[in-house]
């Protein structure tokens, strides 16, 4: 099985500070992806990586980045948190090739108070 | 580009009741669809998917049908459980695209 491991299940950080969320996969696949989920607003793709050190903004990439200096690892970055981003984040992986089956972590829920 | 329109929940029914979430998208060529279900607290699990016309996924007693015709992929389960109770997220990935797309999710209350 397919396992995405996203490394904090629940964080609570202040505005201003710099988050880290680590998500990591080993299935091999060359994708990955990081979504945030808000209630009314579904899923919305954050930022994806198709290769190590290789990255594409998403719908909402402002606000975070990411790192992949691995291809089992892709970590999104919060530059300086702020109540806004109070949100369920999701990594995901998928193998190359288009319209394949993504498959998800737990999520992590993320407060910024 | 793509888009999915899944019904708005939330559904509430009552234990044994069939099920039906309905599921439209647009898209270019031919995409693969898929249905997603999240239980309370967890990530995103695939369901079922399909690749081509009138293929049909199923899986758990779910079932959907990939119509081309109508650009649909309705979800589908003939008795449901308490344990089906979920937000279910219907999918389509674009030939040629990494991404899926995601509708909005429809939130299922199932009560014995």
């Known amino acids: 099985d397919v396992k995405v491991t996203q490394s904090s299940r629940y964080l609570v950080k202040r505005t201003g500070e710099k988050v880290f969320l680590e998500c990591v996969q080993d299935?091999?696949?060359?994708?990955m992806f990081w979504y945030r989920q808000d209630p009314g607003l579904g899923l919305r793709l954050i930022y994806f990586?198709?290769?190590?050190?290789?990255?594409e903004k998403g719908d909402i990439p402002e606000g975070y980045s990411v790192s992949r200096e691995k291809k089992e690892r892709f970590s999104l970055i919060l530059e300086s948190a702020s109540t806004n981003q109070t949100s369920m984040y999701l990594c995901?992986?998928?193998?190359?090739?288009?319209?394949?089956?993504?498959?998800f972590g737990e999520g992590s829920w993320l407060t910024v108070v | 580009g793509d888009s999915v329109t899944q019904m708005e929940g939330p559904v509430t029914l009552s234990e044994e009741a069939f099920l039906t979430i309905n599921c439209t998208y647009t898209?270019?060529?031919?995409?693969?669809l898929f249905w997603y279900v999240q239980y309370p607290g967890e990530g995103l699990q695939l369901l079922l998917k399909?690749?081509?016309?009138?293929d049909k996924g199923s899986n758990k007693g779910f079932e959907a049908t990939y119509r081309k015709e109508t650009t649909s992929f309705h979800l589908e389960k003939g008795s449901v459980q308490v344990s089906d109770s979920a937000v279910y997220f219907c999918?389509?990935?674009?030939?040629?695209?990494?991404?899926?797309?995601f509708g909005k999710g429809t939130k299922l209350s199932v009560i014995p």
């Open positions: 995901a992986s998928s193998v190359a090739n288009s319209g394949n089956t993504i498959y």
């Open positions: 299935m091999d696949h060359e994708n």
């Open positions: 990586s198709y290769d190590v050190k290789m990255k």
């Open positions: 898209a270019t060529g031919y995409p693969s």
């Open positions: 399909a690749t081509k016309a009138d």
């Open positions: 999918a389509i990935g674009g030939a040629g695209s990494y991404q899926l797309t």
